[in-house]
């Protein structure tokens, strides 16, 4: 029947190396289908109890599988305080000392490598507590999401050993 092909559908995505989420994908995109095509509920695949089952144990045995989730890189003290130096030393190359500079706002923001990406310029401000701003674009925000601006901001006593880095 059409139920045990989408059960060896889900098992065969199963056996490929994929996240837990592929299968639940699949059955979204079949319920999707039946839907629009305006199949009856009663007769729907998707709402059958044997995918539903084998759906929720190729997500229990997917999730063993699972890589642990990796955590970003940290920085050292001496890693910042070398980007510093390198923000407030005019002999440096101004591209080296720019891309200091957003390492270090990224740092103490908190941001993400993409989010510099969906900074604009035109609203940051250089208040007197320090560096404010709006992220345009983030995995979480930006046109079409429920979050159209992330502020962010840097405290003007966020450093180590050149307290200028922020305004230079």
């Known amino acids: 029947s059409s139920r045990i092909q989408v059960v060896d559908y889900l098992e065969c995505l199963a056996a490929e190396p994929c996240s837990r989420t592929v299968p639940r994908s699949a059955v979204g995109a079949l319920a999707f289908m039946e839907e629009k095509a305006e199949v009856p509920y009663e007769a729907r695949i998707a709402q059958t109890l044997l995918v539903k089952s084998t759906l929720g144990a190729l997500e229990v045995a997917l999730q063993g599988r699972a890589r642990p989730a990796r955590k970003a890189p940290s920085y050292s003290i001496a890693m910042v305080v070398a980007l510093e130096h390198m923000v407030m030393d005019r002999h440096e190359l101004p591209v080296l000392r720019g891309y200091s500079w957003v390492l270090l706002l990224r740092i103490w923001a908190a941001l ?37 601006w992330l502020p962010f901001f840097v405290n003007k006593d966020s450093y180590f050993s050149q307290k200028e880095w922020l305004k230079t």
């Open 112 to 148: 993400r490598c993409d989010d510099v990406r969906g900074i604009n310029p035109a609203y940051l401000q250089d208040l007197d507590g320090g560096l404010e701003g709006q992220l345009e674009r983030t995995k979480t925000s930006g046109p079409g999401r429920n979050i159209r």
